[in-house]
C-alpha cells in the first residue's frame, strides 16, 4: 500500500456504525436470558463466515461452495491439536487460520483459473472431499461419535462467549472493510466487473483472486476453530452442504455484494431458522416462503432498504 494512501469517507463510516452497533449489542445481556445470547452468539459467528464469504463472491465474483469446509478445517485442526496432543487453544486456533489459509491458496491455485459453474463445482467437490474425510476416518477425527474441544473458559455460561464472539466480528468486520477500500479492494471489484478489462489495465487478476480466496478462507477458518470451542463437539455435520447455502442465503437476504447486506442478514436468518426447528420438518418450508416474501419487495437484499435511511442521517449530522 502506498504511502500516499488514505481510506474514503466510506471507511470511516463503517468503523462508526461497527462500534456503536457493538455498544448496543454488549447492553443485550442485560435483558437477554441465556438462550437468547446463546443464538446470538451463533448469529455473530454467521456473519463473520458471511462476510468473508462476501469478500471472494460478492466483491470478486468468485462464487465458492466450499467457505463452510474452511471453517471446518479451523474447527477441526484447533480441535485435533487439543484431542490427540493437549494443545491449548491459543496454540489450536492459529494453527487453524494457517492451515485454512493453505488450503484457500491451494485451491485457489488449482481452481481461479475457472470461471461461473466450473469454480462453483471444483470448491463443492473440495468441500465434499473434506466431508467423506472426517466421516471416514473416525478413528484420527472421531467421524459420526463427535470430536470433544476443550473450551475455551471454565465456566459453561454463555455470556464470554457472546462478548468474545461480538468482539471477534467487530475486528473481522472493520479488517473487512479495511481491505474493500484498500487498493485491492479496488482491484477486486475491477475483476468483478470485467475481468479481461482488469487484465488489461495491468492487474494481475490471478493473483489478486488467490488473496481474496486465501484471506476469506483463513477467515472462516478462524470463524471455525473458535466456533469449535464455544460448542464443545464436533461432528461432518458442520460441513453439510446445509451449512454453505445457509450461507449463501444470509449474503443474498442481507444484499450480495454489500459490505452491510451479511451483517443484518446472518444473525436475523439464524434466528428465524432457530426459532423455526419447532415446527419439525416444516421449518425449512416457512423460512422458504418468508425468503420469497422479502425478495419479493427488495430484489437487493435489506441493505437496498438500509442503506438509504443511513445515507440521510450521515448526509444530515455532517452536511
Keep these: 500500500m502506498s504511502a500516499s494512501f488514505r481510506f474514503p469517507p466510506s471507511f470511516h463510516r463503517s468503523v462508526i456504525a461497527i462500534l456503536v452497533t457493538v455498544a448496543l449489542f454488549a447492553l443485550a445481556p442485560l435483558v437477554a436470558g441465556d438462550f437468547a445470547l446463546h443464538v446470538l452468539t451463533i448469529g455473530f459467528y454467521y456473519v463473520i463466515l458471511a462476510s468473508s464469504w462476501n469478500l471472494l463472491a460478492g466483491y470478486t465474483g468468485q462464487f465458492s461452495l466450499a467457505h463452510h469446509a474452511f471453517a471446518a478445517v479451523g474447527a477441526y485442526t484447533s480441535g485435533l491439536l487439543g484431542y490427540h496432543l493437549g494443545a491449548p487453544a491459543w496454540i489450536g486456533i492459529p494453527a487453524g487460520v494457517v492451515l485454512a489459509a493453505l488450503f484457500g491458496l491451494v485451491l485457489g491455485r488449482l481452481v481461479l483459473r475457472m470461471r461461473a459453474i466450473y469454480l462453483a463445482i471444483a470448491t463443492w467437490a473440495f468441500a465434499e472431499t473434506v466431508h467423506i ?89 478462524l470463524a471455525g476453530a473458535f466456533y469449535g470451542h464455544f460448542i464443545g463437539l464436533l461432528s461432518p455435520q458442520m460441513i453439510d452442504f446445509s451449512e454453505m447455502a445457509k450461507i449463501v442465503i444470509m449474503v443474498v437476504i442481507g444484499g450480495f455484494g454489500t459490505f452491510l447486506g451479511p451483517v443484518i442478514g446472518a444473525a436475523p436468518v439464524q434466528i428465524v431458522m432457530t426459532y423455526l426447528q419447532k415446527y419439525g420438518e416444516w421449518n425449512l418450508a416457512v423460512f422458504a416462503l418468508i425468503v420469497i416474501v422479502l425478495m419479493r419487495f427488495s430484489m437487493e437484499g435489506l441493505a437496498s432498504l438500509f442503506a438509504p435511511v443511513w445515507r440521510r442521517l450521515w448526509a444530515r449530522d455532517h452536511g
Excluded: C, H
Excluded at 475483476?191 to 492487474?203: F, P, T, Y
Design 133 to 221: 474425510y472426517l466421516t471416514a476416518d473416525y478413528q484420527f477425527t472421531r467421524g459420526e461419535l463427535g470430536l470433544s474441544v476443550k473450551p475455551l473458559y471454565s465456566t459453561i455460561g454463555p455470556l464470554p462467549y457472546y462478548f468474545t464472539f461480538l468482539a471477534l466480528a467487530a475486528v473481522v468486520l472493520i479488517g473487512l472493510r479495511a481491505l474493500i477500500d484498500s487498493p485491492l479492494g479496488y482491484f477486486m471489484r475491477a475483476i468483478k466487473d470485467n475481468e479481461l478489462r482488469a487484465k488489461s489495465l495491468g492487474i494481475d487478476t490471478t493473483r489478486v483472486k488467490i488473496a481474496v480466496f486465501s484471506i476469506s478462507s483463513a477467515v472462516a477458518g
